[in-house]
């Protein structure tokens, strides 16, 4: 409370503070440059990733820690794999579960799951690009995750990438806003698989290019060279 400015990156955080401390922060969100697939030169070598032109790719990148939904999606692969012989589910970052993630899916034989540890941030949109459909998929499970506004979200809009993911506040208000995609309410793995089928049928269908305009549009908003404008001004004023 004794400080000139204070930032964070959503505005569910900055309501907190302000009744928690009387004090108004600075909403900064975390999003990338527009144009985050050309921010990088380096070609990366993908021919780990056994693609073909009928796979659907789905895509998490982030922390692989507890209370992301990452064993419900690994479940969620398996119940999707008695009905499409075409899923590949792709895995991208590293934490506290990555072994235990591991160990899960090489028990229940699952095939369609890749690992790729961490990515360097100039190279991962070339891995981020190759998806269908990503998700993003906390559970609220405490504070920091019901407020939270992940960066991934915006990494994924910033590709033009339909979004499956949490109904959490902030999330919530952009989807409100853009509908980018869907939003579940329990991270269950049926209702995981249930979204990605609906997903797969969204894209096929007549509204695939609605939606693909939607994200376009939240690209043009959710941009660093938007938002620096924010902290510029806290600089400038000092």
């Given at each position: 409370?004794?400080?000139n400015y204070?930032?964070?990156?959503?505005?569910?955080?900055?309501?907190?503070?302000?009744?928690?401390?009387?004090?108004?922060?600075?909403?900064?969100?975390?999003?990338?440059?527009?144009?985050?697939s050309n921010s990088s030169d380096?070609?990366?070598?993908?021919?780990?990733?056994?693609?073909?032109?009928?796979?659907?790719?789905?895509?998490?990148?982030?922390?692989?820690?507890?209370?992301?939904?990452?064993?419900?999606l690994i479940d969620a692969a398996q119940l999707l794999s008695y009905k499409f012989d075409n899923l590949l589910f792709l895995i991208i970052g590293n934490g506290d579960i990555f072994h235990q993630l591991q160990h899960k899916v090489k028990k229940l034989n699952l095939t369609n799951i890749i690992f790729t540890g961490r990515i360097p941030f100039n190279i991962l949109p070339q891995y981020t690009k190759?998806?269908?459909?990503?998700?993003?998929?906390e559970k609220n499970t405490n504070q920091n995750y019901y407020f939270s506004l992940p960066n991934k979200?915006?990494?994924?809009?910033?590709?033009?990438?339909?979004?499956?993911a949490?109904?959490?506040?902030?999330?919530?208000?952009?989807?409100?806003?853009?509908?980018?995609?869907?939003?579940?309410?329990?991270?269950?793995?049926?209702?995981?698989a249930n979204a990605i089928i609906k997903m797969i049928n969204l894209l096929n269908g007549p509204n695939a290019l609605?939606?693909?305009?939607?994200?376009v549009k939240a690209k043009m908003e959710?941009?660093?060279?938007?938002?620096?404008?924010k902290l510029l001004a806290i600089f400038n004023n000092l």
């Open positions: 409370p004794r400080a204070v930032i964070t990156p959503s505005q569910s955080i900055a309501n907190y503070y302000n009744i928690k401390y009387n004090i108004t922060p600075i909403v900064i969100r975390n999003v990338p440059i527009t144009n985050l380096i070609q990366h070598n993908l021919s780990q990733i056994p693609l073909d032109k009928d796979k659907v790719v789905i895509l998490y990148q982030g922390a692989i820690n507890k209370d992301r939904g990452l064993e419900e190759m998806a269908n459909i990503c998700v993003s998929l979200i915006f990494d994924y809009i910033n590709l033009e990438k339909p979004i499956i949490s109904n959490l506040p902030e999330i919530n208000n952009i989807f409100q806003k853009y509908n980018i995609g869907l939003l579940i309410n329990d991270i269950t793995p049926q209702t995981i609605m939606l693909k305009q939607n994200i959710y941009s660093w060279e938007n938002e620096k404008h």
